[in-house]
């Protein structure tokens, strides 16, 4: 550091290039009097790579205390007394000997004079920081830096500190934060003082007269004492001109927002004001953005933390036995007033969020093997441990674990934030009847505009004016795990008796989107805008208030900053939100079943069919008729069996796709004694004849995606030509959705909702009774020569309503020879035999 030092200030280094730090030492020797060459000891430590690493080398927490680094600088420089003037009372150095007159003469001193806007925080006394646009007047041929100190009220740029570079404005121009070197109080002069973070108030007055600068800070990530600049100026490698960018209150805003998690979220979907970090991954569609994991990447880049550490861990799935729970019924989430827990409906997700609210002990069923993440934050200079989270909960994929585990992470470091984005009114999770509350005190709804005739309802009507008095009965009508698709704005409104006065309505919209979709029950949207948004129909418009949010996440949205500013120091009543609900999806089937049964009702089916089919000894072939994925082949390739060809059927290509790969990838582990494989491409409502005289025949949860002509079709075509041994045929139980669509998870009470909404599924085309699969069964049966007994999965056969999806098990009660026809209309789309070894064909 000692050389590098008396580089710095030899005539080479003057004259050399575009080193930013020359242009300083260029602007330090146009200076008048005393300050003439004075060099500000923060600048070297700043500007100079070589001597930044230097510092680090000697104690690797000067990345957060610039002030160190000056001391280190100071104390290199000390040591070169034949070269260098050291002044710690002005924190500045100056070379012994005049720079030669040629050389400085030879200097462009013609820089030309710049107005730059930048960023004026003022520490308050009490409460928060005041944030005011300043404009840096640098007039040509002075130092910037001395321009910057003035406006802080300091006698030049050597008693600034000089933050790291943090965010950009939106040309892209790196913002630093500007302030006074702190002074400390007479009482405590220990030099480890600086730059420690005040633990607490008493803490932080007893080291520094003056005060924490907590939104400077939290914008730079360093420690701030007292009032400070931001600004986007400073000398590059490209010329030795001052470059310089505006930093508007707006692109401020925006900056201290990009650094919190939340604000991260809430720029990924372009939604400042509507979006919040939801507090659990479950699928996509809140993520256009980047996902949890990549997320808590750019935030740990940002915060100057090392790349997470994640550690992924697997449990072995229990014997069915051990993990098959009594269904317990969820409880119905509308009896369930004010209580203060948080809902997290979603097995898998976990912790804090996870309890399900229920008064009696009623628990969800909470997945007990699969993988679990942890994650570990550390900090890139020291590697100390920041944070260590360790969720306990298990997922069925590996993905969503890691997702769930960087989640939790942020959600962690978002509440160190929350006082910039989160509207302290809105609890980060919350129950319906929490909300409910809210609803009443803080919302509300003015009125409604003209909505669809079709969705028009008169139960709906007692919504239209809420009486604030009055509890309402508010009745959640999409349920949580729904897709919801809206179009929205917001404008920040004044007060009614201020429009009185003036006889202007003044409002100004701050922030709106055509269409935004998002998932319901995960805390992805504004709870105030999710709860108006879960009791509409699709097609209605809805109008509500909330009261403000943080001024700093209003102001970053703002298209005219100024304006919206003074609307807000006004009289401020609220935003007012305008609400079209576009779509809704309902949860997908899956999503909802692996909510209620362990395991998956999926996994129990296919279990149910192998289980039947290891006891048939003597069949060799089977096809499973509508085979998707492939699950049911998958497991048969796992087990002992005495088949030997297995066929799949679906018309499906992509299914086919996933079941191709799948097979291929579990090929050669299995102990099965598989001969053939084969997929084919085609409608079971056609028969093929390579499938005439199989042995066993499956078709599980496929027969409800036709019409009900066809399935009859498709079981006459079965019985008839295929004529199997065994056919195994399940279908969901309609009698059963009762029990589904009461949980919240699944409510849907609105009886505008169609018909076809009741099912597990929009691709189903119907959903029988027990009496009707009975009808279905036994008809054809009876008219093919065969036998039929019912049963199923999920819940007991013994209680109403019955198993939640019912299997029809036929069987060949005589072989009679049938008519061979010769058709082939199926494609094979993927084929393996085991012949020469295990060769694929
Ligand atoms: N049996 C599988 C998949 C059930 S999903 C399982 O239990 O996991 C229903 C499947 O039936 C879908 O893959 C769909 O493509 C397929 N399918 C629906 N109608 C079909 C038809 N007419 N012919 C063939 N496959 C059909």
């Given at each position: 550091m000692v050389e590098r030092i008396k580089y710095i200030f030899s005539d080479e280094f003057l004259s050399s290039g575009h080193h930013p730090l020359g242009s300083h030492l260029r602007a330090t020797l146009?200076?008048?009097?005393?300050?003439?060459?004075?060099?500000?000891?923060?600048i070297i430590a700043a500007f100079d790579a070589k001597i930044n690493s230097g510092c680090k080398v000697i104690n690797p927490s000067v990345d957060q205390d610039p002030i160190l680094a000056m001391s280190y600088v100071m104390k290199a420089a000390a040591k070169l007394t034949d070269y260098i003037v050291v002044s710690p009372h002005v924190a500045s150095l100056r070379r012994k000997n005049p720079y030669p007159p040629a050389i400085v003469e030879a200097l462009d001193t013609h820089g030309e004079s710049i107005k730059v806007e930048a960023v004026y925080i003022q520490c308050a006394t009490s409460g928060e920081e005041v944030v005011d646009p300043v404009i840096l007047?640098?007039?040509?041929?002075?130092y910037y830096l001395d321009v910057i100190a003035e406006k802080l009220g300091?006698?030049?740029?050597?008693?600034l500190i000089i933050s790291r570079t943090f965010g950009k404005t939106p040309s892209g121009f790196e913002c630093r934060v500007y302030s006074a070197i702190p002074k400390l109080n007479p009482s405590d002069k220990s030099s480890?003082?600086?730059?420690k973070r005040p633990a607490d108030e008493e803490d932080q007055s007893s080291h520094f007269k003056t005060p924490w600068n907590a939104k400077a800070s939290s914008a730079c990530g360093q420690d701030i004492h007292g009032d400070a600049i931001v600004a986007a100026v400073g000398y590059s490698w490209r010329s030795n001109d001052i470059e310089h960018d505006d930093v508007t209150l707006k692109s401020f805003y925006r900056i201290c927002c990009g650094m919190s998690p939340n604000g991260i979220y809430k720029f990924s979907r372009q939604?400042?004001?509507?979006a919040t970090l939801p507090f659990s991954f479950t699928t996509?569609?809140?993520?256009?953005?980047?996902l949890p994991r990549e997320m808590l990447s750019i935030f740990c880049r940002q915060q100057q933390l090392a790349e997470p550490v994640f550690t992924i861990s697997t449990s072995p799935v229990k014997p069915l036995s051990e993990t098959l729970r009594s269904f317990k019924k969820l409880k119905d989430?509308?009896?369930?007033?004010?209580?203060n827990q948080c809902v997290n409906e979603?097995?898998?997700?976990?912790?804090?969020?996870?309890?399900?609210?229920?008064?009696?002990?009623?628990e969800l069923p909470v997945l007990e093997s699969g993988y679990r993440c942890g994650v570990k934050i550390l900090s890139?200079?020291?590697?100390?441990?920041v944070l260590d989270c360790s969720p306990g909960s298990f997922y069925e994929k590996e993905s969503h674990a890691i997702q769930n585990a960087a989640l939790k992470a942020l959600t962690w470091f978002g509440s160190l934030f929350?006082?910039?984005?989160?509207?302290?009114?809105?609890?980060?999770c919350y129950t319906k009847g929490e909300l409910n509350w809210m609803f009443t005190r803080n919302?509300?709804?003015k009125g409604k505009f003209?909505?669809?005739?079709?969705?028009?309802?008169p139960a709906y009507?007692?919504?239209?004016?809420?009486?604030?008095d009055r509890k309402p009965k508010r009745v959640q009508t999409i349920p949580n795990g729904s897709l919801v698709s809206i179009s929205y704005s917001v404008s920040v409104e004044v007060e009614a008796d201020f429009w009185g006065r003036t006889g202007k309505c003044l409002r100004e919209l701050i922030e709106s989107n055509e269409e935004i979709e998002f998932e319901v029950g995960?805390?992805?949207?504004?709870p105030h805008l999710e709860s108006v948004v879960t009791q509409m129909s699709v097609g209605q418009y809805a109008c509500f208030i909330t009261n403000m949010p943080a001024e700093g996440l209003v102001l970053a949205d703002a298209n005219d900053t100024a304006r919206t500013r003074s609307l807000l120091s006004k009289l401020a009543a609220g935003l007012e939100y305008n609400v079209h609900l576009l779509g809704v999806k309902g949860p997908t089937e899956k999503r909802v079943e692996s909510v209620f049964f362990k395991p998956q009702l999926s996994k129990q089916r296919v279990g149910y069919a192998v289980k039947l089919i290891k006891e048939?000894?003597?069949?060799s072939t089977l096809v499973d008729f509508?085979?998707?994925?492939g699950s049911l082949l998958e497991s048969l390739l796992e087990v002992p069996t005495s088949l030997q060809t297995i066929v799949g059927v679906d018309i499906s290509e992509k299914a086919l796709a996933r079941a191709a790969k799948m097979v291929d990838s579990k090929l050669n582990k299995g102990a099965c004694n598989l001969k053939t494989i084969r997929l084919y491409d085609g409608s079971i409502l056609e028969f093929d004849?390579?499938?005439?005289?199989?042995d066993i025949a499956t078709c599980l949860?496929?027969?409800?995606?036709?019409e009900e002509d066809e399935a009859f079709q498709f079981g006459k075509t079965v019985l008839t030509l295929?004529?199997?041994?065994l056919l195994i045929v399940s279908t969901p139980n309609y009698e059963y959705n009762k029990i589904l669509h009461k949980s919240s998870l699944y409510h849907?009470?609105?009886?505008?909702?169609?018909?076809?909404?009741?099912?597990?599924?929009?691709?189903?085309?119907f959903e029988w009774t027990r009496a009707q699969f009975n009808h279905w069964a036994s008809k054809l049966a009876k008219s093919h020569n065969y036998s039929v007994e019912f049963s199923g999965v999920?819940?007991?056969?013994?209680?109403?309503?019955?198993?939640a999806s019912q299997i029809a098990v036929f069987k060949r009660k005589s072989f009679t020879e049938v008519k061979k026809v010769s058709t082939?209309?199926?494609?094979?789309i993927w084929e393996w035999t085991r012949a020469q070894g295990d060769k694929k064909n």
């Open positions: 146009l200076r008048d009097g005393e300050r003439h060459g004075s060099v500000p000891l923060s007047d640098i007039s040509s041929g002075r300091l006698k030049d740029g050597s008693q480890k003082a600086y730059g939604a400042l004001i509507a996509k569609s809140n993520w256009r953005g980047p989430s509308e009896s369930n007033d004010g209580n979603y097995a898998g997700s976990d912790d804090s969020f996870n309890h399900y609210n229920s008064k009696d002990e009623e890139k200079s020291l590697q100390d441990l929350d006082d910039l984005d989160a509207d302290p009114e809105q609890p980060r919302v509300m709804i003209p909505s669809s005739k079709r969705y028009e309802e009507d007692e919504s239209k004016t809420m009486d604030m995960v805390g992805s949207m504004n048939s000894s003597a069949a509508g085979c998707g994925s004849s390579r499938l005439h005289g199989i949860e496929v027969i409800e995606r036709m295929s004529r199997p041994k849907s009470k609105d009886k505008s909702i169609s018909q076809r909404s009741k099912f597990r599924s929009h691709e189903h085309k999920g819940g007991s056969g013994n209680v109403d309503p019955g198993f082939q209309p199926y494609k094979v």
